[in-house]
């Protein structure tokens, strides 16, 4: 039986190499590279020892990254996980053109976050479709895109619209896996929707809240591509993720050592981060259990 | 009689594999910086067309490379790079490294003495075929100055440019469209491109150049350039939209008769023209920063080739470079841009059409090179344009901008 085990571990070992080549050793040489002022395409450099992790420390603009990066990462968490649930609790219920709207509100995220972004730049230009409502209902027209505070809330704001869909079908998958018995017999107790919810549905739905904060943190702490295809950072370096912040780093400030530093934080910061919201995450549904 | 039908078919297969394989072994490989809709890239295609006919071992594919300069730059890290590729202002800075030296090349003593400074290293050695020369001042439309009663050529110094915006917005127009996208704000560092210099460099008894290139700079003065930007913006002399526009939007503008000058090349003019080609476009020197200074010129390297220094096809690449110095496809590039040639002779000349009457002006008026390319480390370009937007965005105040520019300024010089 032992043997048969054994013989079985060849057949991950092709994942094990592609894994090694495409991420570890990447990944080991980014580290490398954050101890050189290596310009991103020259073939000469040298090493400069701590210089650029230290500047992750006094460079304003990381720090406006990091900042930006935990709004996009937790306010889009839980922006989606409002939205995510109350539409999940709203098309679990049988009506007419329920599969529409599931389709619906699911189609966003079947469109490339640039496009998005994309679509989202000509809304909210001066002459864009956004003012126009807003002229509409006696209002000024608004540089959307030229305000920190305006421009982060629109990268959130999109962010939350585009990928909410996903929230809702795991939250609408994790209700279906209910057992209606539980409800039949809460009904028997006497218990009215709301504690039904809050007694039988949200413990429930526990392991499905699990997944979809942890998927929708990652993405929003590791948020580039909106970011990029809506302000590009912009205006000045007020609404940088870390990682629009690490790929203009690189490419256009020619700070490849310093861009790499920063890559090992945002992997730090990410690893730190689901860490200890898995284990927070786990607790509790080791208590509701 | 089927297998020898089969057995011929099989050998002419073979040959015609041979043969592809044999054009193929020569297929050269030409990387452009424009898109393939631009009237450049058509042109170095018909050229490259015209080189093969008479080279028929040869292929040549030219390519518009999307996002190219950091498609560039990858390709420079992984040294796997087109034989030929366009150097857009940057073949000493960025380049040369993985350029051929072209110096013994028999069109090199050609070479326009505008641009020979600027396309050669501290070693003399130069890297680039320049098709034509940048030479740039600030782009007008003339209608929209006329009406507001401003005569561009009596604009001397920023004094003067300001009180001509001052007559233009009073006229109803804008005074500068400045594009001004906070997501793409490269449009912000061609403003300090083309004001800097005034500023820093062209006073002959009183400039930075020195202290520019050896790093003793003091970033102070730096205040007195990017402030500019942000006068023109409290006193309303910019675009409304100056955080949201885009550089089409400046044709545009331009075309339409609502907007009097832009701070770019003449290819902005280009731009108008695709609009309202019936418009009346020009321009003049930038002004200077007081009295005791006179405007300039911005020039540059505009279209240029460039040679792999470990292309495969060198030979081949060379030759190809060589058919390219010929007059008639170095005059048929200057003339698509309007700009004077990048080889000199009695052969080359180019047709500058509505702009020849300002080319005539502007002899004798001093050109200076890109200031960015010239006296700031390279990777500054991008620090320009973002502390220029975030002092127009005002995420931004003055200190941190100037803060910023000295930051990247020692650290890039560092590398």
Redesign the interface.
Same mark, same amino acid.
């Given at each position: 039986m032992e043997r048969t085990y054994r013989s079985a571990n060849v057949f991950y070992i092709p994942a094990l190499i592609l894994f090694g080549v495409f991420v570890v050793y990447p990944f080991l040489d980014g580290v490398r590279i954050a101890f050189t002022?290596?310009? *991103?395409?020259?073939?000469s450099?040298s090493y400069?020892g701590l210089r650029n992790l230290a500047?992750l420390f006094s460079?304003?603009?990381v720090r406006l990254a990091f900042g930006n990066s935990l709004i996009y990462g937790f306010g889009s968490t839980i922006l989606q996980q409002i939205l995510g649930l109350s539409a999940a609790v709203l098309l679990d219920k049988k009506f007419p053109g329920r599969t529409v709207a599931r389709t619906i509100l699911y189609l966003p995220v079947l469109v490339p976050a640039v496009t998005m972004g994309y679509m989202w730049?000509q809304l +909210?230009? /001066?002459?864009g479709g956004v003012n126009d409502l807003v002229q509409v209902l006696g209002g000024h027209r608004v /540089?959307? +895109?030229?305000?920190?505070a305006l421009?982060v809330g629109a990268v959130v704001a999109v962010n939350t619209l585009q990928y909410m869909g996903i929230s809702m079908v795991i939250y609408l998958a994790g209700m279906q896996a209910i057992p209606s018995v539980y409800y039949e017999a809460a009904q028997l107790d006497g218990a009215g929707p709301w504690e039904q919810f809050r007694g039988i549905t949200i413990p429930l739905l526990y392991p499905a809240f699990a997944t979809s904060i942890t998927l929708n943190l990652i993405g929003g702490l590791k948020l580039f591509d909106l970011v990029w295809a /809506?302000?590009?950072? *912009?205006?000045?370096?007020?609404t940088h993720s870390l990682a629009t912040l690490i790929y203009?780093s690189y490419?256009?400030?020619? /700070?490849a050592g310093?861009a790499s530093a920063n890559g090992i934080m945002l992997f730090a910061t990410i690893l730190a981060i689901t860490a200890m919201l898995q284990a927070g995450l786990r607790r509790t549904e080791v208590e509701l259990s | 009689m089927k297998k020898s039908i089969w057995r011929t078919g099989f050998v002419v297969a073979m040959a015609a594999t041979a043969v592809a394989a044999s054009a193929a072994e020569r297929r050269l490989t030409v990387a452009l910086n424009v898109s393939q809709a631009d009237a450049t890239f058509t042109a170095v295609t018909a050229i490259a067309k015209d080189y093969v006919k008479q080279h028929p071992g040869v292929a040549i594919d030219v390519v518009a490379l999307p996002v190219y300069?950091?498609t560039?730059? %990858?390709k420079? &890290?992984a040294?796997d790079l087109p034989d030929l590729w366009s150097t857009h202002g940057w073949s000493v800075a960025?380049y040369s490294?993985y350029l051929t030296p072209l110096n013994d090349q028999p069109w090199f003593g050609k070479i326009n003495p505008t641009i020979k400074p600027v396309i050669t290293d501290k070693a003399g050695k130069v890297f680039v075929l320049p098709f034509d020369v940048d030479v740039a001042g600030i782009a007008f439309n003339r209608a929209v100055l006329d009406k507001a009663g401003v005569d561009p050529f009596g604009i001397k110094t920023w004094d003067d440019f300001k009180a001509a915006c001052a007559k233009v917005k009073a006229s109803g127009k804008i005074p500068v469209h400045i594009g001004g !996208? &906070?997501?793409?704000?490269w449009t912000v560092g061609n403003f300090y491109d083309w004001v800097a210099p005034s500023f820093l460099i062209t006073n002959e008894k009183k400039n930075f150049r020195t202290a520019l290139k050896d790093g003793s700079f003091d970033w102070k003065s730096w205040g007195q350039v990017a402030k500019l930007l942000v006068e023109f913006r409290d006193a309303g002399y910019l675009n409304?939209?100056y955080? $949201?526009g885009t550089w089409q939007d400046v044709g545009q503008k331009m075309a339409a008769g609502e907007a009097a000058f832009g701070f770019y090349g003449n290819n902005v003019i280009g731009e108008a023209k695709k609009f309202n080609p019936a418009g009346k476009y020009g321009f003049i020197p930038v002004p200077a920063a007081g009295k005791d200074d006179a405007p300039s010129l911005i020039t540059g390297e505009r279209v240029t080739l460039g040679v792999w220094k470990d292309s495969k096809h060198k030979a081949d690449a060379l030759e190809f470079l060589g058919f390219c110095a010929r007059p008639e496809n170095v005059n048929r590039i200057a003339t698509i841009n309007g700009n004077p040639t990048g080889l000199v002779g009695s052969a080359y000349r180019s047709e500058q059409g509505d702009l020849s009457p300002y080319f005539a002006k502007i002899g004798g008026v001093r050109g200076f090179p890109y200031f960015d390319r010239e006296y700031l480390p390279?990777?500054?370009?991008?620090?320009m344009c973002? %502390?220029g937007?975030?002092?127009? &965005?005002n %995420?931004?105040n003055l200190d $941190?901008a100037i803060a910023?520019m000295k930051?990247?300024y020692l !650290?890039?010089r560092? $590398?």
């Open positions: 002022n290596w310009n *991103g395409y020259s073939r450099y400069v500047r460079d304003r603009n730049v +909210l230009r /001066l002459d /540089l959307w +895109l030229s305000d920190r421009a /809506l302000t590009s950072g *912009g205006p000045g370096y007020t203009s490419f256009e400030s020619q /700070l310093f | 300069e950091q560039m730059k %990858t420079m &890290a040294n960025r490294e !996208s &906070a997501k793409d704000s409304p939209d955080t $949201q390279n990777g500054m370009w991008d620090s973002n %502390t937007m975030g002092l127009l &965005a %995420t931004m $941190q910023k930051e990247d !650290s890039l560092g $590398q």
